[in-house]
């Protein structure tokens, strides 16, 4: 990633989309933020870090708000380096109650955390993949998370599958698009992250968002040579998940 580069992150407006939006505009980044959730806290933040920002409401799971969005941060950009494909629906349940059984859930439920956690990867890549091909180049950066069943328990297979399908959804992405130069990763946090709407005990007890340090900054400069691999921060370098 370079000074001026024009990155989009959806669900920015708090948590690890909050974090990658505030490290990326310490190096100099434009952003364009998106989200469901008001923008202004944020937007702020990051103007008073003396960044360039473009706020955007859209819903990742609606194609045609998520297509005007794009249409929007090409118009005011020109173009689009990067994008962080964050939104998502997350199993808090170090603070928050436990989703239920598959046999007990029900289907408007799973359709939301599956539309929104892989359906909304899907429309953003769909949408800025166009203008990336066009210029040649560019990067996304899909979120991973807690995929196993003894670690995670009972109530998290709806999240569980929809980031085991963005792993595959990367590596698809990444072979389509490696003659266009455009690099594709997934990013695994690699521990549960307590987010600013967590309890005070739970924040003492576990790592917040800052636990990333510049994962975002070394993922949107990741070689070629890594497009398509599920990566971790390691010792302050990329570590490709086997």
């Given at each position: ?33 998106t ?16 960044a ?44 928050s ?17 599956i539309e929104?956690?892989l ?7 769909k ?19 807690g ?14 599958v ?20 455009v ?13 600013e709407?967590?309890?005070?005990e ?5 790592p ?9 900054v ?7 040579a ?10 302050g ?6």
């Open positions: 990633m370079r000074t001026g580069d024009v990155v989009v992150i959806t669900g920015a407006a708090k948590g690890i989309g909050r974090y990658a939006a505030r490290t990326l505009a310490k190096e100099g980044a434009r952003l364009a933020l989200d469901i959730l008001p923008l202004e806290n944020v937007s702020a933040e990051l103007q008073a870090l003396g360039e920002v473009l706020a955007v409401d859209a819903d990742v799971r609606a194609e045609d708000q998520v297509s005007a969005a794009v249409a929007q941060i090409v118009k005011r950009f020109g173009r689009i380096d990067g994008l962080i494909n964050n939104a998502g629906v997350v199993t808090h349940f170090a603070w109650p436990r989703w239920p059984r598959i046999r007990e859930m029900d289907r408007t439920f799973w359709d939301r955390v929104t956690n359906g909304g990867t899907f429309l953003w890549t949408h800025v993949l166009p203008h990336m091909e066009a210029r040649r180049a560019g990067h996304i950066v899909n979120l991973h998370g995929t196993d069943p003894k670690q995670m328990g009972i109530g998290g297979c709806a999240y569980a929809s980031k085991e399908a963005i792993r595959m959804f990367t590596r698809f992405v990444a072979e389509e698009e490696r003659e266009w130069n690099c594709v990763v997934a990013v695994a946090p690699g521990t549960a992250i307590a987010t709407d967590a309890p005070e739970v924040r003492r007890r576990l917040g968002p800052d636990y990333l340090e510049n994962v975002f070394l993922a949107l400069q990741a070689d070629m890594l497009t398509g691999q599920l990566l971790l921060l390691k010792d370098r990329l570590t490709v998940v086997p």
